[in-house]
């Protein structure tokens, strides 16, 4: 009897733990992750699950729970160790979690007199050319005078203060509503440029900075009276780390291009200036900084290489110009070939004007003898190439076509140049002979993830099968970079829909913002396109998004994309709705939700088709 009574009291109190442990919330933060240095301004956003009924405060601050367990907070932060306390109740229970965070301390103008180690331009060795104007800066006390000194000249050079300006954090500038708080207001900034002549030519030059309560008389340092006045006007001096090296206007360096597909950019680590140079290629150097070197095309027109995309060749080798005489162009199966032959694989640059149908090809380091073009009767793409000498070592073609450009690539073969423009596939009034990648975005990385741990790799694949669906059901040929969750690096999808022949590249995703952007005033469906010959498409497949998903129009975006940068075929982005947002996260789980977006995607798609097939009846 006691036997059996002792078993039934063991039943209940388990029962009853049981009972309590259910009863217990759970605190699942899946972003920010513990100890995360979040780049953030005031404010920053925190999202997860709790179990479902449970209520939610956040340092405080009560935080609506989803009927799924899910919420989303944008609340304020403070610099230095900061952490979100979580308190999670349910009935008679509560739990409580901490997340320890490290946000970056605001810079902070100095009121004593002081220049600001760590706010000095360059911050790294540069080098430069006899003859650039240079300019170089630091952050210190406001309202004062500035000079700065290059020690292979004794005289000082004065600096202004710029006024203050609020810092753009791009986040917010590209993502967010476009406002600044006062804390990213900077005073304090000093600049001042210098042109290098002979005099400044010599290795590793320091640089030193003066900042003066008095304006300064004499800037010859050599004076006698120059350290006395530096004491007497009350001046701070600190030097940079940094160091400048000025190489004479004869010194010649000669770099050769060594990626497969070279980027130029129009500054250290800034915008692009021309894709897709082939390997090979060779440059003069002009200079050094940021760990790019400049390279000098023709006079008046630099780029900037990645160090770690340029190999330097000994003294004395050759930087190859060219010349031609004739351009040809002769018909293929699915385009045109443009080909001339310069005697030399040169540097080039490519616009396309998608209004004009237009196509500028510039060549450089190269001298115009063309006295001959060879059109191919047979094709009706092309209506007319005009060229001209824009400038000494600039040949500029202008090309001319009678219909929409769905893409083009530029290759040397040897020493030939050959630029092939891809034109219009044949068109119906469904999708039949057209050529579609769809690209789950994503895997083996998860991406984005939801309050409730939804990846959006998975949410991207679930997606794009549907629209596969559909667009076959158009009777289009459709292929997916991955059809489940084998690892497919970034750059190795461009390859598979250049290999696939794409006519229209499709890549699917679902978003996120950054940190210190508010998302609940900020998400929606937005469409990206990076090559103007594929605006039109992106828009028409946003035009339909928006009113398919009944989501905020988060924007029609030119996007510097990896999988949308190649030119060969039209190609967007759809970002179709936000993983942190709770409701866009449940609702993407939904196959209606999802089979909406795939609708909206290949609606789009027969738009465009559409609106090029009354383009080719109009051009017959």
């Not at 290489?305 to 005489?325: C, M, Q, Y």
């Not at 997916?480 to 699917?508: C, H, K, N, W």
Request: contains cysteine.
């Amino acid at each position: 009897m006691l036997r059996t009574m002792i078993a039934i009291l063991t039943i209940l109190l388990a029962c009853s733990v049981s009972a309590m442990a259910q009863d217990i919330p759970k605190i699942e933060v899946i972003y920010p992750t513990p100890n995360q240095r979040i780049t953030a301004v005031d404010s920053t956003f925190i999202f997860g699950n709790v179990t479902p009924g449970s209520e939610l405060t956040i340092n405080k601050t009560p935080v609506t729970v989803h009927p799924n367990g899910a919420f989303l907070a944008f609340l304020p932060i403070k610099s230095g160790k900061f952490a979100f306390a979580l308190e999670a109740k349910l009935r008679n229970q509560k739990t409580l979690k901490e997340i320890p965070l490290e946000v970056p301390e605001p810079y902070i103008v100095p009121e004593s007199l002081a220049i600001v180690k760590g706010y000095m331009s360059p911050s790294s060795d540069v080098t430069l050319m006899e003859g650039d104007l240079w300019s170089t800066g630091f952050r210190g006390t406001p309202g004062l005078h500035g000079y700065f000194l290059v020690s292979t000249k004794k005289t000082l050079v004065p600096m202004t203060e710029s006024p203050p300006v609020p810092q753009s954090y791009w986040a917010q500038a590209v993502f967010g509503e476009g406002d600044f708080p006062d804390s990213l207001l900077v005073k304090g900034s000093y600049n001042g440029n210098l042109q290098l002549d002979n005099t400044h030519i010599g290795d590793t030059a320091e640089i030193t900075y003066y900042l003066c309560r008095k304006p300064l008389r004499l800037w010859d340092s050599r004076d006698r009276q120059f350290p006395r006045q530096l004491d007497s006007c009350k001046c701070t001096v600190r030097r940079n780390d940094a160091r400048v090296t000025v190489w004479p206007k004869s010194k010649v360096v000669v770099g050769e291009l060594t990626d497969s597909t070279q980027t130029l950019r129009v500054g250290p680590r800034k915008g692009y200036f021309s894709v897709f140079q082939p390997r090979g290629l060779r440059v003069r150097v002009t200079g050094f900084a940021n760990n790019h070197y400049r390279a000098r095309l023709v006079e008046n027109q630099d780029v900037w290489v990645s160090d770690s995309s340029i190999r330097l060749l000994p003294e004395g080798s050759r930087i190859p110009s060219g010349e031609f005489a004739l351009i040809r162009t002769r018909r293929v199966d699915d385009g045109v070939t443009i080909t001339f032959t310069p005697g030399a694989q040169l540097p080039f640059d490519v616009d396309y004007d998608p209004l004009r149908h237009q196509l500028v090809l510039d060549v450089f380091n190269c001298t115009s003898s063309i006295d001959w073009i060879r059109y191919d009767a047979t094709d009706s793409m092309i209506a007319a190439i005009d060229f001209e000498q824009l400038q000494v070592g600039v040949v500029r073609l202008k090309i001319d076509l009678n219909e929409t450009l769905w893409g083009y690539n530029c290759s040397y073969d040897g020493n030939q140049f050959i630029l092939k423009l891809n034109r219009r596939p044949q068109l119906s009034n469904t999708l039949r002979g057209i050529k579609i990648v769809v690209d789950p975005g994503h895997s083996p990385d998860p991406g984005a993830s939801g309050p409730t741990g939804y990846k959006e790799k998975d949410a991207n694949l679930a997606i794009a099968l549907q629209l596969k669906e559909l667009l076959e059901k158009e009777e289009a040929t459709v292929f997916m970079t991955r059809s489940g969750d084998t690892p497919l690096p970034l750059y190795e999808r461009p390859v598979l829909a250049q290999g696939f022949d794409a006519d229209i590249f499709i890549s699917i995703h679902n978003n996120a913002v950054p940190d210190g952007v508010n998302p609940l005033a900020n998400n929606g469906t937005s469409t990206f396109y990076y090559h103007p010959q594929s605006q039109e498409l992106a828009t028409l497949v946003h035009r339909r998004m928006v009113p398919a998903t009944e989501l905020n129009d988060y924007g029609l975006y030119h996007g510097n994309f990896a999988v949308i940068r190649p030119t060969e075929y039209l190609s967007i982005l759809v970002e179709c709705a936000f993983m942190m947002i709770p409701e866009q996260e449940m609702a993407l789980q939904t196959e209606e939700f999802r089979g909406k977006i795939a609708r909206a995607i290949c609606d789009g798609v027969l738009d465009f088709v559409e609106k090029e097939s009354e383009r080719s009846r109009e051009n017959r």
